[in-house]
């Protein structure tokens, strides 16, 4: 089992920026990738970004250039930083982590609103 706890989200204007935090604990030697997928009212979830135990990352086309994922191994951490936000980029973020073996797990969503 792993649990994922996420933190950071909140209300900035257009433009601004806002940095997500996600800590997983459990059987955290079992995790391959950890990342971020975003849903907004109406929508599908979507795949934000995701970052593989060795540093291969991913990006939805949306976001690129805007966000950078990073993960820190020892501290059990994924972290979102979010610049040049744009009112489009509303939604509940979700962290995820896939573990070797292909189960996905998630955290409880933290709500990000870019006001323009």
């Known amino acids: 089992q792993v649990q994922l706890v996420e933190s950071g989200g909140g209300l900035v204007q257009a433009g601004g920026s806002l940095r997500l935090s996600c800590a997983a604990s459990g059987s955290i030697f079992s995790i391959n990738a950890m990342g971020w997928y975003r849903q907004a009212p109406g929508n599908q979830r979507e795949l934000v970004s995701v970052?593989?135990?060795?540093?291969?990352?991913r990006y939805a086309e949306s976001v690129k250039g805007r966000f950078t994922i990073s993960r820190d191994n020892a501290k059990n951490t994924a972290v979102l930083q979010m610049n040049s936000l744009k009112p489009e980029d509303t939604a509940v973020y979700y962290c995820s982590a896939r573990t070797m073996w292909g189960e996905d797990y998630w955290g409880q969503g933290t709500q990000v609103t870019v006001s323009s």
């Open positions: 970052i593989t135990r060795v540093g291969t990352t």
